[in-house]
């Protein structure tokens, strides 16, 4: 996964993004979206859409396919740029800087709310970005459909899962979870929980009393299991 050069979003014009929306929407039916019905969804009455594919391409928002038919889709960037602008909007964050978190289905990045100054944390789902390509068959995101048509709108379920849990688990109040703040597509923007990870607590002078972690995080798992959620890998 490359990296998250919001700058970008700053160069993109109103009817590109209509673009970008395009290809979003052709996507629910179409691995790759014709060039025609994407002019179609976009409703450009001045045309132009060859040009603003084209900086869509340049951007690396959009991936052109031409194996089968003249197509697009989009990338996990062109994505990321849809769910930032969104929440950008509603005013959920408005910078994103460094990353501070990767795993095998997500890129967590910190950022900052304007209104407030407040510092956010931004969780971006990718499922399927590494060998972890049997999810679909481990995780219950699809709820009896039959398909979830692509590795994006897969992500987008586990976002909003995700997001479904963590809002229960902070009005619930009985778990120490971070503030759910926004979601929009396979992004979640949530409070920054302060500390540090716990694979860094071996480090001289951390970890002061091991048992008692062992007994707060076996308290944790006991609570959830109480309320019927169970956190697990295979």
């Not at 045309?47 to 089968?68: C, E, I, P, Q, W």
């Not at 950022?111 to 995780?139: E, P, Q, Y």
């Amino acid at each position: 996964m490359g990296k998250l050069d919001v700058h970008v979003m700053r160069h993109i014009s109103k009817d590109e993004y209509r673009v970008l929306t395009a290809v979003e929407l052709g996507m629910r039916n179409h691995h790759a979206v014709p060039v025609p019905l994407i002019v179609s969804i976009a409703g450009l009455r001045h045309g132009g859409a060859a040009k603003f594919l084209s900086t869509l391409l340049r951007f690396k928002l959009v991936y052109h396919d031409n194996t089968k038919y003249d197509g697009y889709r989009l990338t996990w960037f062109g994505y990321d740029v849809l769910a930032l602008r969104a929440l950008a909007a509603r005013g959920a964050v408005d910078s994103v800087g460094r990353k501070i978190g990767e795993g095998k289905e997500s890129d967590v990045y910190e950022g900052v709310r304007a209104s407030d100054g407040r510092r956010v944390v931004v969780k971006l789902h990718r499922l399927g970005k590494t060998s972890f390509k049997a999810i679909k068959n481990l995780r219950d995101y699809l709820d009896g459909r039959r398909s979830a048509g692509n590795w994006l709108n897969m992500a987008r379920l586990a976002a909003k899962r995700e997001w479904d849990f963590m809002s229960c688990l902070w009005e619930d109040g009985g778990l120490a979870v971070p503030e759910p703040l926004d979601q929009n597509r396979h992004a979640v923007v949530m409070g920054l929980a302060v500390g540090l990870p716990l694979y860094q607590l071996g480090a001289p002078g951390c970890l002061a009393d091991a048992e008692a972690v062992l007994e707060t995080c076996v308290a944790l798992a006991r609570s959830l299991a109480a309320r019927g959620l169970v956190h697990c890998d295979r």
